[in-house]
């Protein structure tokens, strides 16, 4: 395969287009409302000298964190439960198309009125947020199982617990995954906007202070650092675990 058709060279290549049609963009309009680049970077290194973008960084991840612990934990053993026993997904199913049609913002402000402006507060209304996703998706992937290899474990008299970790969740693998990866999208976004509304501290916060103030260049700064960040956390930690949890199919 020639060089300049790898996926790090494509990548890289990309990356440095975006850069320069910015970089020329920002340069001809020079205007305070599209900063380049190098002020992005300057300012955001400012912030980080300073501590204030690793502290509220710190803050929204530990939010996302649990938020999103919870939200997978209880989505996948509900989703899973709802797939195998039909009678239950046809009592939820209403349930679940309700709590997916209710605004984002309508959940947190709910959350914040019924009990107060405080942690749990917030993190309740993202998982509130997320939680039916998860439930949705992972109960799909329950009912594509595959029913011979079901029946198979039964006949081997294998313990619930068996039959989980060896043959129901390596066929759930892949909707585990779009979960993950679909929830980090969305509720990385939620959280800020429950920061926003609510809490004293987090990217959220810092965002709403800054376009008060009409800095744009923070705005971007903190933007970059927290997207930079998220794609760390797929490329350092979720694509490994995808690529160990796919070796069977080999």
Known sequence: MPLIYRPAVLALLSISLFLALWYALASYLNTPTLPTPLVVVNVLLDEISTGQLPHHLGKTLYRLFISFSIAMLLGCAI???????????????????????????????????????????????????????????????????????????????????????????????????????????????IVLVVEMLGRSDGMGYQLHLFFQLFDVASILAYTVAFVTLIQGIELLILKPLDKQAQRWRR
Not at 106 to 115: A, K, M, N, Q
Request: aromatic share 12%.
């Open 79 to 189: 989703g899973i439960l709802l797939g195998r026993h039909k009678p239950l997904d046809y009592f939820f199913d209403n349930w679940l198309v309700i709590f997916l049609n209710i605004p984002a913002l309508v959940t947190i402000i709910l959350c914040y009125v019924w009990f107060g402006l405080n942690e749990v507060a917030a993190i309740l209304a993202v998982v509130i947020n997320k939680l039916p996703n998860v439930i949705v998706t992972i109960r799909e992937g329950t009912r594509a199982l595959d029913v011979e290899l079901l029946d198979m474990a039964q006949c081997y008299r294998f313990s619930k617990s068996k039959t989980l970790r060896h043959v129901i969740w390596p066929q759930l693998h892949p909707f585990v995954m779009a979960a993950t990866r679909s929830g980090l999208a969305l509720i990385w976004k």
